[in-house]
């Protein structure tokens, strides 16, 4: 289904695979995926996707979904379930492997009494200040907790309390006993369960207290039995403590292996961020055409096969590094050109009227669909005496090289004739609000017998048939490369990521165009259907525009 490479790829993962699957330390391949639903998923998560599932398929083996839903004052089922959209939509499938780390609520709590069984873990009374000012810093060690040495029998009675909802929010934690002298900070004595009196959304109000996220992650990872335990970079340092829990709890052990998170320039990518932009009302939600997240792609009309392509070239590396975003645009424009048909549509249009056409005559005309895709066929246009051309299509003082439209200028239009201006209607201000023009006969559909040439050919949409639109416009969300480098990455926003042009015209055949399906608008980008559109208002997002700087970029290098 995807270009990624098979499991001869020789990317540093499937390397450690291979070995594993070769020295019989593993002998099949279980990987998960493991979201927390606080949010909807953007293009960093695609990479992770592709990895996780990518990987179990070339080796065979399985990939789980797993949502660890650890905290639930951020998660909420709207979530979940748009993220099993946006996973399918991918073109990823799960099959039967649902799972949640909530499931596993019970088990791990039996986890956490094993552990003060066997007196690595005890319950603190610290508050969370104190608790910041007994961790120590990076340079310093942290200080025992004045509660570290109470009896198993304490801890026991204290923690059955807690779960029973004795004690009010923030109160008590149960902590592991490790080392408050450790160099790595997430070993020194970290809090396992909090108390939240909060309601899940799947396990309702039957806990009071929920584990952290670093001891259910790791301990899911085993219960699931996955092999490798694929993840960011960012969680290399929490490996030695899901290492040091497994251990502990004497359950199996999973390898876990990390790889470089995405990070897209002029782009962010924590849901964190992705929220802000959200709850401030900055875009109209988690899917406004701009964002980077997967249902926003989506309804932008950018295909699924694409974000596959981009995520098999930037393929999977050891270190972070700054991914071009043109590279992302240069991927969506190679898949749209293959699979998208071709219309008119006049974004900014300038009525023209051929003056030697006949009245009320119209005739059809025949247009490609697809240049690239002989398979996708032609369609009917339909021609009349009264049309619109775009705006910028004509010039009454012409500079230097413009070859399009001018007064006593001959230009074609696309499929069907020349025409030539021959006068200019202005409003009382000055401004052109119609062109006066003629057509020969002789070169319908676009040459002349004679032989003469035209500089330019414009497109058009027939005035009486064309089918009025919104066209939305977008362009990148933030103005700076590395928006997450400034102190407040909101003062980076682009003030022009949205151009709404209020007036378009299309041709007939868009009428009936299906929301998010990709069409390109003949020399105006990429375009596709809104979700907002109704019967009576189409409305279109710009997908992209037909540039490609990246082909550019490259044919320099
Ligand atoms: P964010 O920082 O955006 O909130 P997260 O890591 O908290 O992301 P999770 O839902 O925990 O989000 O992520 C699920 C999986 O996706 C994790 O395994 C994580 O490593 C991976 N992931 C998240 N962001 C990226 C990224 N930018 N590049 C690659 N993988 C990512
Ligand atoms: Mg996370």
New binding site residues.
């Given amino acids: 289904m995807t270009d990624s490479p098979t499991s001869t790829g020789t990317d540093f993962i499937r390397t450690a695979v291979r070995e594993d699957l070769a020295s019989g330390r593993f002998t099949r391949v279980s990987t998960r995926?493991?979201?927390?639903?606080?949010?909807y998923?953007?293009?960093?998560?695609a990479?992770?996707?592709s990895?996780?599932f990518g990987i179990a398929a070339d080796f065979g083996g399985t990939c789980n979904l797993r949502f660890?839903d650890t905290n639930p004052v951020k998660e909420e089922q709207e979530y979940v379930d748009n993220i099993m959209a946006d996973i399918r939509w991918l073109g990823y499938d799960w099959d039967d492997r649902l799972f949640f780390a909530s499931d596993y609520f019970e088990q791990l709590y039996q986890y956490a009494v094993t552990l003060i069984q066997k007196g690595k873990a005890f319950v603190c009374d610290l508050t969370a200040d104190e608790m910041r000012a007994y961790r120590g810093t990076l340079t310093e060690p942290g200080k025992n907790s004045p509660y570290r040495d109470r009896s198993v029998e304490e801890n026991l009675d204290l923690f059955t309390r807690m779960r029973a909802g004795e004690f009010p929010d923030g109160t008590r934690t149960l902590r592991a006993k490790i080392d408050m002298a450790a160099g790595n900070i997430n070993m020194r004595d970290p809090v396992m369960y909090r108390i939240i009196h909060a309601t899940h959304h799947r396990t309702g109000d039957t806990w009071c207290i929920y584990p952290m996220?670093d001891f259910a992650h790791g301990q899911s990872d085993s219960i699931e039995g996955i092999t490798h335990s694929?993840?960011?970079?960012?969680?290399e340092d929490h490996r030695p403590l899901y290492d040091w829990y497994v251990r502990e709890i004497g359950i199996y052990a999973p390898r876990q292996i990390e790889?470089?998170?995405?990070?897209?320039s002029y782009t962010v990518?924590?849901?964190?961020?992705?929220l802000r932009l959200v709850k401030d009302g900055l875009v109209t939600g988690w899917d406004d055409p701009r964002m980077p997240t997967l249902s926003a792609f989506r309804r932008r009309g950018v295909p699924a096969a694409a974000i596959r392509n981009f995520a098999a070239m930037i393929g999977v590396a050891k270190n972070n590094s700054l991914v071009d975003v043109a590279l992302l645009e240069h991927a969506i424009r190679n898949e749209l050109n293959r699979v998208a048909e071709r219309r008119m549509a006049v974004l900014k249009p300038l009525r023209v009227v051929i003056e030697n056409y006949p009245e009320g005559q119209v005739e059809h005309l025949t247009a490609v669909n697809n240049p690239e895709d002989a398979g996708a066929g032609t369609r009917e246009v339909p021609f009349s005496k009264v049309l619109y051309i775009e705006r910028d299509d004509f010039r009454e003082v012409p500079p230097p090289k413009y070859f399009r439209l001018t007064p006593g200028r001959e230009v074609r239009l696309r499929y069907a004739y020349f025409i030539k201006c021959v006068d200019v209607v202005k409003d009382a201000s000055g401004d052109v609000i119609e062109l006066r023009c003629t057509y020969d006969p002789a070169t319908r559909g676009g040459d002349a017998p004679d032989g003469r040439k035209v500089k330019a050919t414009i497109h058009w949409v027939s005035a009486q048939h064309a089918v009025p639109a919104e066209v939305r416009n977008y362009d990148r969300l933030f103005k700076s490369e590395r928006p997450d480098d400034a102190d407040d990455f909101m003062t980076e926003l682009n003030p022009d990521s949205l151009e709404v042009l209020p007036q378009a015209y299309v041709e007939p055949a868009l009428a009936s165009a299906q929301p998010g399906a990709p069409i390109q608008f003949e020399r105006n980008g990429y375009y596709c259907a809104d979700l907002d559109s109704t019967p009576g208002k189409l409305v279109f997002n710009r997908t992209i525009t037909l540039k490609d700087s990246w082909a550019k970029i490259e044919s320099k290098g």
């Fill in positions: 995926f493991p979201p927390e639903p606080n949010g998923l953007h293009i960093g998560h990479k992770a996707i990895v996780d660890d996220y694929l993840c960011s970079l960012e969680y790889f470089a998170r995405l990070i897209l990518l924590s849901k964190r961020k992705l």
